[in-house]
């Protein structure tokens, strides 16, 4: 399939072609000094002919989604009505996306086309991170942090995890788009868990011409001393602020590092304050994620600064990092190299990579075309059950809680084969509160864990991360008390909503191990919920079923009872509805390396 990607900018218009049957670009260009969008598209079939091209769809880069599209969606008038009124949240950026889109829909009447939003990515970010502490009826309005350079984030998570050579879920990893735009991004285990920029892309880092992160009261306090009205302050925040406004010579770094090695003050000021704000937000996403695997930069100061890469990762050492001097002064990026440039004993690895955001574009239209699903109403639904708080201990916990050589007895058998609850219960003690009476399931496993409810977390005063079963990693500390000992342990989860499929049951659907899906479930017909983000986990001996938590149990209206380890729930059903399109990559799918890069001027 042939894939014409476009990214349509105020001063220029960006576009490529890629076959994803060979994964190779046939062409890329780019139209400057634009007048408008529209003129500048309508060359575009004009370069194609020259090259013999011809196009299959077409993907057009959109700057906002608002918090309605996590996917790719293929462009119809209910989509071109969603981006309209996405454009209160982005003035300067959805226009030029729509004007783009409707020249193409004139001149390729019969082709489809896809909208990718730089703000999907980020719809993984959790609830308290989105969240501004402002009045309610400011946040009923769409007042929330929504991120931007998803396209290139997510390329960098998946260009990491290829290098080396780890799924995405193994890793904690610092994305750092630096350019004229600029964004830091958290992912964590393979999903965004928060970001630098906002509401807008006014917020988080000194970018070019945006100031990034001011205090709010300046709108006040400019009116009343300058008489700035609101539209004149915005205005000078996002054109005439960044780097030309500290530099005094222009938003170019490379312009800017010259000066400042010349000894202009404005300069040196430039660079430190860039620096160190790039500096502060990868401290404080390592502090969000419990530490970092990796640090990669992207972008064109990202990519070609090498005095700036070693000035943001000065004085990191405390987070495990040794930065290597002379694999940082070595880098040349071409094409999709990404080499570390971090001593070999170093905790942190450090990536430097291009971000090839219009290749990322056609795979992620590539994905939203061809992925099939067969409808939910051709198969029957899944039973659901509740899963309360429980324990899954270690043969040697089990012996220090309830004495030596004791051996768990079985309460009765769970649904899924081979698993049991047993009589035996535990209490759970934070460092604020604790649960009593929390029943352990069997059989032992070769590590402790213990999951709850989010409003359990609360109870106990820790903050426990939503994760899939096995996965510890960084999880907090409690302590079991059982009737012969007490231990302390990690291990504290709210487990990730997932969907046990036999293996039958899964290819007949289309699906397979990781894929996240979306599903309708009918609460007693009180209230229908959509579960998004649903794990998909296939063995063949699995029976299949849904299983939620208490919490999710009681958005849905769903009577389970509220006790029991797993309690299946008669007369609800369960509907997969969608599957994400970005949720699984196969390693044939996502390989760079046998990418060949046609530049043309």
Request: charged share 25%; aromatic share 6%; glycine share 8%.
């Amino acid at each position: 399939m042939n894939i014409l990607t476009i990214n349509a900018g105020s001063s220029s218009v960006k576009f490529a072609v890629f076959d994803t049957a060979t994964n190779k670009q046939l062409y890329k260009s780019e139209i400057e000094r634009v007048v408008s969008v529209e003129e500048a598209v309508r060359k575009i079939p004009d370069f194609l002919i020259a090259e013999n091209i011809k196009i299959d769809a077409i993907g057009h880069r959109v700057a906002h989604g608002g918090a309605k599209f996590k996917d790719p969606q293929l462009i119809n008038a209910e989509i071109i009505k969603a981006i309209e009124d996405c454009i209160p949240l982005a003035p300067l950026h959805n226009p030029l996306s729509l004007a783009g889109i409707k020249v193409t829909k004139e001149i390729w009447p019969n082709i489809q086309q896809v909208a990718v939003f730089d703000t999907a990515f980020h719809q993984t970010i959790p609830e308290r991170a989105y969240t501004y502490a402002v009045p309610e009826k400011w946040r009923a309005i769409g007042l929330r942090r929504y991120g931007f350079h998803g396209t290139s984030h997510k390329y960098v998570m998946m260009r990491v995890a290829e290098e080396l050579k780890l799924p995405v879920t193994h890793l904690r990893i610092i994305s750092c788009h630096l350019g004229n735009g600029a964004s830091v991004c958290a992912i964590e285990r393979g999903v965004s868990v928060d970001t630098s920029m906002g509401m807008t892309s006014l917020e988080g880092l000194v970018m070019g011409t945006r100031s990034g992160d001011v205090d709010p009261g300046i709108f006040a306090y400019l009116s009343h001393t300058l008489g700035l009205s609101v539209d004149e302050i915005e205005m000078a925040l996002y054109k005439e602020s960044g780097l030309i406004a500290l530099s005094g010579i222009g938003n170019d770094m490379r312009d800017i590092e010259k000066e400042a090695s010349l000894g202009n003050k404005k300069a040196q000021l430039a660079i430190q304050v860039y620096a160190y704000r790039v500096r502060k937000y990868i401290a404080s996403y390592a502090g969000v994620m419990g530490g970092v695997d990796v640090i990669a930069f992207t972008g064109g100061i990202g990519e070609n600064s090498t005095s700036m890469r070693k000035r943001i990762c000065e004085r990191l050492d405390y987070l495990g990092l040794n930065f290597d001097d002379d694999k940082n002064i070595s880098v040349k990026l071409t094409d999709s190299e990404a080499p570390q440039i971090q001593m070999d004993n170093s905790l942190v690895k450090v990536l430097v990579t291009q971000s090839h955001e219009q290749w990322m574009i056609a795979q992620e239209v590539f994905r939203i075309l061809t992925l099939k699903i067969t409808p939910a109403s051709q198969f029957p639904p899944i039973p659901i059950a509740v899963s309360a708080h429980h324990i899954h201990l270690t043969d040697q916990a089990v012996e220090q809680l309830f004495g030596k050589g004791y051996k768990l007895k079985i309460r009765n058998q769970l649904s899924q084969p081979g698993f049991w609850a047993a009589e035996e219960t535990l209490d759970v003690i934070g460092p604020h509160g604790e649960i009593k009476n929390m029943r352990v399931l069997g059989p032992c496993r070769d590590f402790i864990q213990i999951e709850i409810a989010e409003t359990e977390a609360y109870i106990l005063g820790t903050d426990a991360p939503i994760r899939l079963s096995g996965d510890r990693d960084g999880t907090p500390i409690v302590t079991l008390r059982g009737p012969k000992g007490s231990i302390q342990t990690e291990g504290l989860i709210i487990a990730k909503r997932h969907i046990h499929m036999n293996t039958k049951d899964a290819e007949a659907r289309g699906l397979k191990q990781g894929d996240q899906v979306e599903v309708a479930v009918d609460g007693n017909g009180d209230r229908d919920l959509i579960f998004r983000d649903v794990m998909i986990r296939v063995d063949p001996k699995y029976v299949t079923e849904m299983h939620i938590d208490t919490d999710e149990a009681n958005a849905a209206h769903i009577h389970h009872g509220g006790v029991g380890a797993l309690m299946p729930v008669k007369g609800i059903a369960a509907h997969i509805t969608h599957r994400h399109s970005h949720a699984h990559y196969t390693e044939q799918s996502f390989c760079l390396n046998c990418r060949e890069e046609k530049e043309v001027a």
